[in-house]
């Protein structure tokens, strides 16, 4: 619900509305992008040692700096993402959203501006208002890649403090290749300097290696993940980030104290045990969102190429309309505002036949624009 009229909320926030997804009991629920896979037992087992063993302690506050955590992070990225980095280097939060948090708390804030290209995560936007940092939202081609030529005038003029750059992006599922990146960050140098954050949300499904290496001696340069996605564990809410040691120092200087509990420290050192593992089940997703892309296509959606765990779908003359239609169908995607798109979450191939079965159904001549010959 909007904030109260009744209560002296700060002004940007007056009859804004709270981020969220539809959470409906629905047989095929594809809104949220989330690993449809169960953590596997034996890993499931893992963490109950480990946070049994956490348990007999917790009435001491846990490791404030997570370095146990910290290191282990630091491993998984450098054996993975294509570039050695060290503890000092990675900074782990409540989620990926603490982290950008935690991000704009020390770089943004009142009388300062932030910066991302939309259609994006809109979790950007919102965590600068909530943080009293200015949003500009940056431009994008008609086929939500990123115009860089008009990214760059606009970088320049608006001198922003932060950028965002979402790879895969949410919600078109579009990659970022590292020219675009290195062209915005030094646009933001010569402007500011500013700092530029690579959000890789959706990194481990990507088609492409992560752009990781970039922040080698860039210390203004920041990449975002998350174990939600990959590694299966939404309901873990773990975050992490990899910079320059100096970024990793500045966001210790806003992070609340003991920020993760020794029961999230446990439960995720665990999940890193068992990597290869959850890997594989991102084998299996990338496969299945490859055969969504095909049969949508051959279904006579258009499809945006995608890199991520979900397919951006359409277009529809009322993407609400044609997003209830399938929700009649049991099948429950997300509808971002996007005009004339919806988008699937990658979910087991029952799932993905269940929400291809209803989209064949869809009345084309009702719902999907036509396309020029």
Same mark, same amino acid.
């Given at each position: 619900m909007p904030a109260s009229d009744e209560l002296p909320v700060r002004e940007e926030l007056r009859g804004k509305s709270p981020y969220g997804a539809p959470q409906l009991d629905v047989p095929v629920r594809?809104?949220?992008?989330?690993?449809?896979?169960?953590l596997p037992e034996p890993l499931v087992a893992r963490i109950a040692e480990r946070v049994t063993e956490a348990a007999r302690t917790l009435n001491r506050y846990?490791?404030?700096?997570?370095?146990?955590?910290?290191?282990?992070?630091?491993?998984?990225?450098?054996?993975?993402?294509?570039?050695?980095?060290?503890?000092?280097?990675?900074?782990?939060?409540?989620?990926?959203?603490?982290?950008?948090?935690?991000?704009?708390?020390?770089f943004g804030g009142p009388g300062r501006t932030a910066i991302g290209f939309e259609p994006s995560y809109s979790m950007h936007a919102l965590i600068a208002r909530g943080t009293g940092t200015g949003w500009i939202s940056g431009p994008r081609h008609d086929d939500f890649t990123i115009d860089v030529e008009a990214a760059v005038r606009v970088i320049a003029e608006r001198r922003p403090d932060v950028v965002f750059v979402c790879s895969p992006n949410n919600p078109t599922g579009t990659a970022v290749d590292a020219e675009t990146v290195l062209a915005l960050y030094e646009a933001a140098q010569s402007a500011k300097p500013s700092m530029v954050v690579i959000d890789e949300a959706y990194g481990e499904f990507s088609h492409h290696p992560s752009l990781l290496p970039l922040i080698e001696g860039r210390p203004r340069l920041v990449l975002s993940r998350t174990m939600s996605k990959?590694? $299966?564990?939404?309901?873990?809410?773990? +975050?992490?980030? !990899?910079?320059?040691? *100096?970024?990793? =120092? %500045? #966001?210790?200087?806003?992070?609340?104290?003991?920020?993760?509990s020794a029961v999230t420290q446990a439960t995720a050192l665990a999940a890193l045990e068992y990597t290869g593992t959850l890997l594989a089940y991102v084998e299996q997703l990338k496969s299945e969102r490859d055969r969504l892309v095909t049969q949508l296509r051959a279904a006579g959606c258009?499809?945006?190429?995608?890199?991520?765990?979900?397919?951006?779908?359409?277009r529809?003359?009322?993407?609400?309309?044609?997003?209830?239609?399938l929700l009649d169908?049991?099948?429950?995607?997300?509808?971002?505002?996007?005009? $004339?798109?919806?988008?699937?979450?990658? +979910?087991?191939? !029952?799932?993905?036949? *269940?929400?291809? =079965? %209803? #989209?064949?159904?869809?009345?084309?001549t009702a719902f999907q624009k036509e396309t020029a010959a």
């Open positions: 594809l809104n949220t992008n989330e690993n449809p896979y169960p846990p490791d404030r700096d997570a370095v146990e955590l910290r290191t282990e992070l630091a491993r998984y990225l450098s054996r993975t993402a294509g570039h050695q980095v060290d503890r000092t280097q990675v900074w782990a939060a409540n989620g990926s959203n603490e982290v950008l948090q935690q991000l704009l708390q020390a990959a590694f $299966g564990a939404a309901g873990l809410r773990l +975050g992490y980030l !990899a910079a320059d040691p *100096a970024v990793v =120092d %500045a #966001v210790q200087l806003v992070r609340l104290p003991y920020h993760l258009e499809v945006t190429a995608s890199d991520a765990n979900f397919v951006q779908f359409g529809f003359q009322d993407s609400h309309a044609a997003w209830r239609y169908q049991g099948v429950l995607v997300r509808d971002n505002g996007v005009p $004339g798109w919806l988008r699937v979450s990658a +979910g087991t191939p !029952a799932e993905n036949d *269940a929400f291809l =079965d %209803a #989209v064949r159904k869809l009345n084309k």
